[in-house]
């Protein structure tokens, strides 16, 4: 996951309560989280929803509240339901969306699952990796199956390009424009702008020598 930085006033068409996913709601949405699910980080999602982070139940006064509205893909809308509300907020500062919770992508295109692990015992921690793990790693339904697998071959996809970089600065006769330029572009692929961030944030910091190199930029 990654933090992200909700701007202020809220899209006009909220004040008229008659539809919280009017056009300028969109619009806002997709610049705040970068075009991206906040969920699972997939950019550019075709099929996109705006979800209320706090089931609203019928409650009108959550259903159009702009600090309630997020931008969710509608497999992650799906799963998270009105079961998950008590997760972590990644547009409260208060909340390290990405240091909570420790994302490793599969070792392979086709492997089974990304490994998921929570850094502290906070009970929002907790339930947000549980609802991770069955974005992720979800195997309940043929379907959930189908695209969890599907969702983990584009996770490993931009890993390679991770290792790319990886490779390139490792090269016993890399020079040192060209491990600079590594570097340079590892700092892209971490961006937070990028799909998968926070998997490519934690590989490199898992690294000796890139973590130290790298940690710094993670914001
Ligand atoms: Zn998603």
């Known amino acids: 996951m990654f933090n992200a930085i909700r701007t202020y006033p809220a899209p006009e068409s909220l004040a008229e309560a008659r539809a919280y996913d009017g056009e300028d709601v969109y619009v806002e949405l997709r610049k705040i989280f970068f075009d991206k699910c906040y969920l699972c980080e997939t950019n550019d999602p075709h099929d996109i929803n705006v979800e209320h982070f706090v089931a609203h139940e019928g409650d009108v006064q959550i259903k159009y509240d702009w600090g309630n509205l997020y931008f969710a893909c509608s497999r ?17 500062p208060a909340h390290d969306a990405f240091r909570s ?8 295109p086709r492997g089974k699952t990304v490994i998921v692990t929570p850094t502290n015992e ?9 609802l991770l793990k069955k974005i992720f790693n979800s195997d309940h ?13 584009k996770i490993f996809k931009q ?15 890399a020079t040192t ?9 590892m700092r892209v692929l971490m961006q937070k702008s990028m799909p998968y961030s926070a998997f490519i944030r934690w590989c490199i910091l898992e690294d000796n ?4 190199i790298l940690a710094g930029d993670m914001d």
């Open 76 to 92: 992650c809308n799906n799963i998270k339901s009105n079961v998950f509300n008590e997760i972590i907020d990644c547009c409260d």
């Open 101 to 108: 919770i420790k994302l490793l992508p599969p070792l392979s």
């Open 122 to 130: 906070d009970p929002r921690t907790i339930k947000t990796s549980e």
């Open 141 to 153: 339904t043929i379907n959930k199956r189908i695209s969890s697998e599907f969702l983990r071959s």
């Open 159 to 173: 890993y390679n390009l991770l290792l790319d970089q990886i490779d390139s600065y490792f090269d016993p006769v």
């Open 177 to 185: 424009d060209q491990k600079a330029n590594s570097i340079a572009r």
């Open 209 to 212: 020598v890139l973590g130290p």
